[in-house]
Nanobody, 117 residues
Framework: QVQLVESGGGLVQPGGSLRLSCVAS????????MGWYRQAPGKQRELVAG?????????YYDDSVKGRFAISRDNSRNTVFLQMNNLKPEDTAVYYC?????????WGQGTQVTVSS
């Protein structure tokens, strides 16, 4: 069974930056398009960024994060990253990774991002 472990979250002031990491195990990671999702309190989980299996296609970003977030991956380390810059209070959520197109793997514990002054 796939295991997903997210890390890198924390408390940051508006305008600050964080870099999230997600390590996937028990799969051939390089075969899968990957995505970062987030779930804010009282809201549904949503896809915020996606990257192709080899990282060479155009990445997907939700309009709310375009120009501020950047997704990348290192297939040699089975890891997908999310660089988050110019963070806003509305980015506060638990962030998860999963397959980009069909997030059918068991969700990890996520990593909490809180943007507050």
């Amino acid at each position: 069974q796939v295991q997903l472990v997210e890390s890198g979250g924390g408390l940051v002031q508006p305008g600050g930056s964080l870099r999230l990491s997600c390590v996937a195990s028990r799969i051939t990671f390089s075969l899968y398009h990957m995505g970062w999702y987030r779930q804010a309190p009282g809201k549904q989980r949503e896809l915020v960024a996606g990257i192709s299996y080899n990282g060479k296609d155009i990445n997907y970003y939700d309009d709310s994060v375009k120009g501020r977030f950047a997704i990348s991956r290192d297939n040699s380390r089975n890891t997908v990253f999310l660089q988050m810059n110019n963070l806003k209070p509305e980015d506060t959520a638990v962030y998860y990774c999963n397959k980009r197109d069909n997030p059918e793997w068991t969700w990890g514990q996520g990593t909490q991002v809180t943007v507050s002054s």
